[in-house]
């Protein structure tokens, strides 16, 4: 009698593009902040390391967005945004310690993904605008608006970064960490190895993951739509 192959131990919950994307966001995010804290000792006197900074993560936010809609089951947005019934409904289990386990994002942290992105996107946009604090360079687009503009779209790029994204990114951060220490879970873990253990999830068995091919050719559209946009609007990309 022939035996059965063993039950696996884990399954697929992220693609490599996903996780590649995420610590490399936060990477980008966190040198943000260093490159323009630090510009003078690190000799960067008209920020050129912010600014190719501030490029990059825009391709990422437009490449995540693509990702979206063409990625892997777990990675689109219809896989984890859910409605207001849902994410009550969820934070209400969460409360009575009967929350279901999500093999994707669940929807409390759909909506901290939504948020990131949004907030992201926002600053990175408004800094295409923004000049450094002796007017002597500025963001791409910088010159399409009055310098009373440029002065207003700093300010809210600098406030935003900090009391809203940092606020943000250590919230996320908190609650990851709780999931993973209290509850078990281990979002941390499976966004490095892309794997959870093979329990009954709320949404999916196993993720269907997409290929890095795929993720290779989005990121270069989603570079031609940062790129070629700036340069449509009569914007410059010399440093």
């Known amino acids: 009698m022939a035996e059965t192959a063993p039950a696996p131990t884990s399954v697929p919950a992220w693609d490599l593009p996903t996780r590649v994307f995420h610590w490399t966001l936060l990477a980008l995010v966190v040198w943000a902040w260093v490159s323009v804290s630090f510009a003078e000792a690190l000799g960067d006197t008209t920020l050129v390391y912010h600014r190719a900074n ?18 892997s089951s777990t990675s689109r947005f219809t896989g984890f945004v859910r409605g207001p019934v849902t994410v009550a409904s969820y934070a209400g289990a969460l409360v009575r310690g009967r929350a279901a386990r999500y093999l994707g994002h669940n929807p409390m942290g ?26 002597l360079v500025g963001g791409p687009l910088y010159r399409l608006v009055a310098e009373s503009q440029n002065i207003r779209l700093t300010r809210l790029h600098d406030q935003l ?15 990851n960490s709780l999931y993973t220490l209290v509850k078990k879970e281990p979002l941390i873990q499976a966004m490095v190895t892309g794997r959870k253990p093979a329990i009954v999830y709320a949404d999916a068995p196993s993720a269907a993951l997409a290929s890095v091919g795929r993720a290779l050719v989005v990121l270069v559209i989603a570079a031609a739509i940062v790129l070629g946009g700036i340069v449509a609007l009569g914007g410059s990309l010399r440093f």
């Open 54 to 71: 501030g490029l990059a993560i825009l391709t990422l936010i437009v490449w995540r967005i693509l990702w979206g809609f063409t990625g």
């Open 110 to 135: 759909g909506l901290m993904v939504l948020a990131l992105l949004a907030t992201v996107a926002t600053i990175g946009s408004l800094g295409l605008f923004a000049v450094d604090d002796n007017d």
């Open 161 to 175: 970064f900090h009391r809203l994204l940092l606020p943000l990114v250590l919230l996320h951060i908190a609650v």
